[in-house]
Structure formats: structure tokens, C-alpha cells
């Protein structure tokens, strides 16, 4: 297997990036999570009041029956005792033993028809009750007119006739306390059927709750899962998935060894930067958003795609069928609205192609394809590049620069070389350009090597102000020897206009060493402001407003010199070395060229400088189109700090 780790770390997106979740799934899933306890738990609480008020009902119900039956018991018992009352009537002793007991009785049978009452009124059986008790006092009423029968004088005559009334009325008494049982029983079974069905009812509830809920639980969980699982795994603006979800299912398919004879190819569209700078992020956005629906169209069902962030995209497709697609990438055509409008766009893509092997892993596939397209971003390089074993020899150079880039910048082994610029008037020192060299343990590495890479990877800024802060403390050291200094440039990478706070951080370094703004210049390289072009204004802007130099670097290089000028209020303009190197060769459209840009600038009223100076026939062309101020080796290269400080003390070239 080929060693191609750690390729490039910060640029590419990371497969699984933290494997944290957004803040809002996360308040969303426990919001879900609360709802559902808390439905749980009013579930349990509903549930047990319908218990308690069921096993109320059924308890009153039963306790109820017991009181019924015994009144009815009590009554039974009290009827025979008046029946036995009546025929013993001539027995005194008998008869009040009689009564007593009856007396007894009928105060118990009155309690407990006073417990009934309570109980039933308790309950919701109040018509009931009142039924029933207007029943048993009628009942009463009657035993009490056949008690008070047998206080009548003539006892012994009227004995045989009252017998015989009593033996009659309490045959029907007998027939009535029947009949009230039966009544009684048919109420009870009523209430005992409506209590039955009451209690389906709360049961058929309880169960239509408890699905319902459930229902909802499981709707909700997956719902859930939904968002969850688009946040993650899908790029919100294209609807495709991102690249976590292409690592975590590459992985799967690497462990089943389904990639064999598949490549991995990485796109990234040309110019969608200018797409946005033209018609805004807005269009931009929708352009994106067609380019990925055709490409899913395109790949198969065994392929995959997804969307790296930015202007970047990943596919996953069978090593025959990376020819066609890489000739789909040369041109697709995506139409989309703009005010009103279908605008059609050609998008053409730039890509890294990589065979996929038998030992890789997705890291080292992604690192292959992704550094194969970051090659081919090279506007000197062919738009589709494969990954082959001279980018693996640069793989390793990077990984190795940028192991060893942090430690050199705590080790200060970087070290600032001054390269003098002269005005060949009177051939004197006229300001100096801060050149940043690597001082690896016998070597000293060439900025060539490295900036680019650190560029890519971010850690520039970081290199630019340590920079800025060593020409500082020089400038300091030499104001406070007395030794006057000159202006000195310091080069910026594009990569700090993405920073808001770029101007304000370059006035803190300044004024922490107290310079005086005259002595300090910005290097921005011209291809700067292409991008960021509002924050590149910006920029001078506030350097404009503080006094302080800013240059283009490299002139003529990019592909808006003209609108640059016209646009950025910049002080000086550093003519590209390429134009300078034709001087003196015949070339006369190039030497044509140098003589308009000069005057166009001088016109302008910018100031002009030109670098890479190396010969006297360039200085004297440059001299005679009015050009006066040059960097070159024909004066000096760049210099270490000791040397520079002794062409300070002797700023005359003889
Ligand atoms: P640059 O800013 O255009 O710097 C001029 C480069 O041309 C320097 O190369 C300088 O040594 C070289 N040069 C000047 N005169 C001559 C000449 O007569 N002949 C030849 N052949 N070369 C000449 P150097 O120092 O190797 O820097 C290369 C580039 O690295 C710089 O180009 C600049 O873009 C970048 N660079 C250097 N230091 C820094 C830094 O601190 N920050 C950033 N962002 N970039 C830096
Ligand atoms: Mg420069
Ligand atoms: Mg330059």
C-alpha cells in the first residue's frame, strides 16, 4: 500500500468532523425526549386516577349489595317477629321480649339504612337511593300500624280477627319484601352492568391513550432520526450526501471489499467565484445546487456521490467509467433563475483522479484525489490530473514541511532576509523588502517551498505577522541605535483577507514597537484581490487612512491588472520580474509593454517599481522610460539582517 497520510489536513474536510451534533438536533431530541416523559407520565397518572375511581365505584357497589342484603336479612327477621309478636299476644312476658328485640332490630335496620344512604349518596347512585329509601320507609310505616294494633283494649276479642287481618297482611308484607328483594337485585345488577361497561369504557380509553401515544413516540423518534440523519449526512444546500456520510459508508464497503476496480474522483467547478461576484452568493448557491442534481443523475446505483464543501465534489464510480465522466466534468450546462430570468451557466471542472488500491483506506483515497484536483487548480497544469508517484513524492514533502512548521516557528527558525531597492538616481538605498528564509540545521530553505504549501493549509497568516513582527523590532532596534531606516515591505498572503480583523491586527503590530507608519509597506500579490475584492478594499482602505504604503506585488501576472488599478487605491505598483527578464532580448511587443505600463502608472500617479532586475541593459531601459526605482540582484540579494544593517549605515552604491 502506498504511505500518502495526513496529505494536506486542514484543507480537506474531515470524514467525520468531531462527530458532535448541531446544537439545535441536539435541544430538538432532548425536547422530543421531555414531551415523551412527560406524556408517559400523565399517562401513568391518568390511568391511576381511573384505577382509584373504579375500585371506588366497584368497593361502594359491593358494600352497597352487603347493606341491601342485609335489610332485606334484618327486615326477613322483623317480619316474623311482629307475626310471632301477633300470635303471642296474650303472652305478656313473651310479647315485650318481643318488642324489645323488635325495637332492636328495627333501630339496626334503620342504621343501616342510614349507612346505605350515606354510602349510595357517596356515590353517584343518589336517584337510586332515593328510590329504594322511600321504599323501606313505607315498608316501616306499615310494621308500625301493626305494632300499634296490638295496644288495642279488647285484646282477647279482637285477638282471632286481627290474627287472621295480620296473617293476611303479612302474607302481602311477605309478597312486598319479595318483590322490593327482587327490585333490589335488579337494581344492583343494573348498576353492577352500567359499572361494567363504565369500566370498558375507561379501559378502551386507557388502551386508545397508550397507542396513540405510542404512535406519536414512534413518529416522533423517526422524525427525529430523519433531521438528525439529514443534518449530519446530508450537504443542506445541494441535498446530496456530505462527505461524513461517504466516509462512514466507504469504510463499510472498503471492509467488504467492494471497492476493488473503482476510482475516486474529486471535482471543483472553475470560476464559481466569479459566478458569485457577478449575480451574488444567491445564484451562486442555485448553480451549485443544479450542477449536483445533474451529476446524481449520473452516477450509478453501485457509484456514489458527495459534496466536499464549496465548489468541491467526490465521486465514488467504476474505474471504466471515469473517462465518461470526466468528460461530462469538461462542460455542464446547469440553467437557473436570476430576477425573472433563466441564465444558463457552462460549468467547466477541474479534477484529481485516483485508482482506487487493494490496502487503502478512505483518508488516503480522499488525500490522493484531493491533492491530485489541488494540483490541477495550477493554471499551468492540465485540468484533469491523476494521482501518480511524483505527487507522492510532494505528498511526502508537504507532510514533512508541515510536521516541522510549527516547531520551526516556536524554535524561530525563520529567519527575515532584507533584499535592498534602489533608486538608481543617485544609486542610493531607497527601501528594502522583507524576504522570510527556513533555517533547517545546515540549510537555508527558500520561501518557494514552503509558502505555497502554507498557503493551502492556512498556517501563512501565522508566518506573515511573525514577519511583520521581526521587521518591527528590527526597525525599532535601528531607531533606537540611531541608524535611519528604510521603508520596508512586507509580503501578505491573499489568504488574510478572509480575516475581518487583517487591518486591525497589522496596526497592533506596528504601533506595539511604536513605527512610524512611513516605514512600513504592505506587499499584497495581485491575484489577491480576486476573491475577497470587497475586503481587499476595505483593506487599503483603513491602511490608506493610517499612512501606511500598500503595493500590488507582482503586476501584470493576474487577470485584473487594469480594474485593480483603477479601483484600489494603492501607493506603489511592483512590476512582475517576468516582464523585466525580455528586456534587452529583441522582444520588442514586451519592451513596448514595460514603457506604456510605466507611463500608465506614473500617469496614474502611482508609484512604480520594478523587481528582478539583473542586468545594467534592463536598469538603463527601465532608467530611460523614467523607471527609477528597482530590486535585483544587479544591487543586491536579499540580505541577512547584519548585512542590510551595514548597507543602512552606507545607503550609497558606488
Ligand atoms: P516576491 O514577493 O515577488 O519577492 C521577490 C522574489 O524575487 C524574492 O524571492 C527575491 O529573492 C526574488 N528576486 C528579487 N530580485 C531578483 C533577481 O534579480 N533575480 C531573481 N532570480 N530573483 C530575484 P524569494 O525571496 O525566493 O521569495 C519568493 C516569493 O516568496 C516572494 O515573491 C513572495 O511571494 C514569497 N514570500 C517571501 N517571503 C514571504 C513572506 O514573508 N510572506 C509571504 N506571504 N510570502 C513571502
Ligand atoms: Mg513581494
Ligand atoms: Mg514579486
Redesign the pocket.
Known amino acids: 500500500m502506498v504511505e500518502r497520510r495526513n496529505v494536506n489536513k486542514k484543507k480537506r474536510p474531515k470524514i467525520n468532523p468531531k462527530g458532535k451534533l448541531p446544537v439545535h438536533v441536539v435541544t430538538l431530541s432532548v425536547c422530543i425526549t421531555l414531551l415523551g416523559l412527560l406524556g408517559l407520565l400523565s399517562l401513568s397518572y391518568y390511568i391511576e386516577v381511573i384505577r382509584n375511581d373504579y375500585k371506588r365505584l366497584v368497593d361502594n357497589d359491593y358494600r352497597n349489595l352487603e347493606y341491601i342484603n342485609r335489610i332485606n336479612c334484618d327486615i326477613y327477621k322483623y317480619q316474623t317477629m311482629v307475626f310471632r309478636y301477633m300470635t303471642s299476644i296474650d303472652d305478656d312476658e313473651t310479647s315485650s321480649n318481643l318488642e324489645a328485640e323488635a325495637d332492636i332490630l328495627k333501630s339496626e335496620i334503620e342504621n343501616t339504612d342510614k349507612l346505605l344512604g350515606e354510602n349510595i349518596i357517596g356515590t353517584d347512585y343518589e336517584d337510586k337511593y332515593n328510590d329504594i329509601h322511600s321504599k323501606l320507609n313505607g315498608y316501616f310505616d306499615n310494621v308500625s300500624y301493626i305494632y300499634e294494633l296490638n295496644d288495642s283494649e279488647d285484646i282477647k276479642t279482637a285477638s282471632y280477627d286481627m290474627e287472621m287481618q295480620l296473617s293476611e297482611y303479612i302474607d302481602n308484607v311477605v309478597a312486598s319484601v319479595e318483590e322490593f328483594s327482587v327490585m333490589l337485585n335488579v337494581d344492583i345488577q343494573t348498576a353492577q352492568t352500567g359499572l361494567a361497561l363504565r369500566m370498558t369504557d375507561y379501559e378502551c380509553s386507557e388502551w386508545i391513550l397508550i397507542i396513540i401515544l405510542i404512535i406519536m413516540g414512534v413518529i416522533g423518534y423517526f422524525r427525529c432520526i430523519r433531521i438528525t440523519y439529514d443534518i449530519i449526512n446530508k450537504d443542506p444546500l445541494t441535498k446530496i450526501n456530505d462527505i461524513g456520510k461517504l466516509g462512514k459508508e466507504m469504510t463499510k464497503w472498503l471492509k467488504k471489499d467492494k471497492l476493488k476496480g473503482y476510482a475516486c474522483i474529486c471535482s471543483n467547478i472553475k470560476g464559481l467565484s466569479l459566478i458569485n461576484r457577478r449575480y451574488g452568493a444567491n445564484v451562486g448557491d442555485k448553480v451549485l445546487a443544479k450542477f449536483a442534481t445533474v451529476m446524481s443523475q449520473v452516477v450509478w446505483k453501485d457509484e456514489r456521490i458527495a459534496r466536499v464543501g464549496g465548489d468541491n465534489f467526490v465521486y465514488i464510480v467504476h474505474g471504466e467509467r471515469v473517462d465518461a465522466i470526466l468528460k461530462l466534468l469538461e462542460k455542464i450546462t446547469v440553467s437557473v433563475d436570476v430576477d425573472d430570468d433563466v441564465k444558463v451557466f457552462d460549468l467547466e471542472n477541474r479534477c484529481g483522479i485516483y485508482m482506487i488500491g487493494e490496502d487503502d483506506n478512505f483518508g488516503d483515497i480522499l488525500d490522493a484525489a484531493y491533492l491530485s484536483v489541488h494540483h490541477a487548480k495550477k493554471s499551468s497544469l492540465p485540468d484533469n490530473i491523476w494521482f501518480d508517484k511524483e505527487l507522492m513524492l510532494l505528498t511526502f514533502e508537504r507532510k514533512s514541511i508541515l510536521s516541522k512548521y510549527k516547531r520551526g516557528i516556536v524554535e524561530r527558525e525563520f529567519v527575515v532576509?532584507y533584499?535592498p531597492k534602489v533608486d538608481m538616481r543617485k544609486d542610493t538605498l531607497c527601501g528594502s523588502?522583507?524576504?522570510?528564509r527556513w533555517q533547517q540545521e545546515d540549510s537555508l530553505v527558500?520561501?518557494?517551498k514552503f509558502?505555497p504549501l502554507l498557503e493551502d493549509d492556512g498556517s501563512?497568516t501565522e508566518?506573515?505577522f511573525y514577519?511583520l513582527d521581526n521587521v518591527c523590532r528590527d526597525i525599532r532596534e535601528w531607531l533606537d541605535q540611531g541608524i535611519k531606516p528604510v521603508r520596508v515591505s512586507?509580503?501578505?498572503?491573499k489568504v488574510h483577507l478572509r480575516n475581518s480583523d487583517f487591518a486591525e491586527h497589522v496596526l497592533e503590530v506596528i504601533n506595539k514597537y511604536k513605527i512610524p507608519h512611513e516605514y512600513i509597506e504592505v506587499?499584497l500579490?495581485e491575484s489577491s484581490g480576486y476573491e475577497n475584492f470587497n475586503a481587499l478594499i476595505s483593506f487599503v482602505s483603513v491602511m490608506n487612512e493610517n499612512n501606511i504604503y500598500v503595493s500590488i506585488?507582482?503586476f501584470g501576472t493576474g487577470y485584473s491588472s487594469l480594474s485593480l488599478l483603477r479601483e484600489l487605491n494603492v501607493d506603489v505598483v511592483k512590476l512582475d520580474?517576468s516582464f523585466i527578464d525580455e528586456i534587452g532580448k529583441g522582444d520588442v511587443v514586451n519592451e513596448n509593454l514595460v514603457k506604456n505600463v510605466i507611463h500608465m502608472i506614473k500617469d496614474l500617479d502611482r508609484e512604480i517599481i520594478c523587481?528582478?532586475?539583473?542586468t545594467k541593459k534592463q536598469a538603463q531601459f527601465l532608467k530611460e522610460n523614467n523607471c527609477y526605482k528597482i530590486?535585483?540582484?544587479?544591487y543586491d540579494?536579499?540580505l541577512p539582517h547584519d548585512e542590510f544593517e551595514q548597507r543602512l549605515k552606507a545607503p550609497e552604491y558606488m
Do not use: H, M, R
Open positions: 532576509y533584499q523588502e522583507a524576504l522570510v527558500p520561501p518557494i509558502i501563512i508566518l506573515d514577519v512586507s509580503n501578505f498572503s506587499e500579490t506585488d507582482d520580474k523587481e528582478g532586475v539583473e530590486q535585483g540582484y544587479l540579494k536579499p
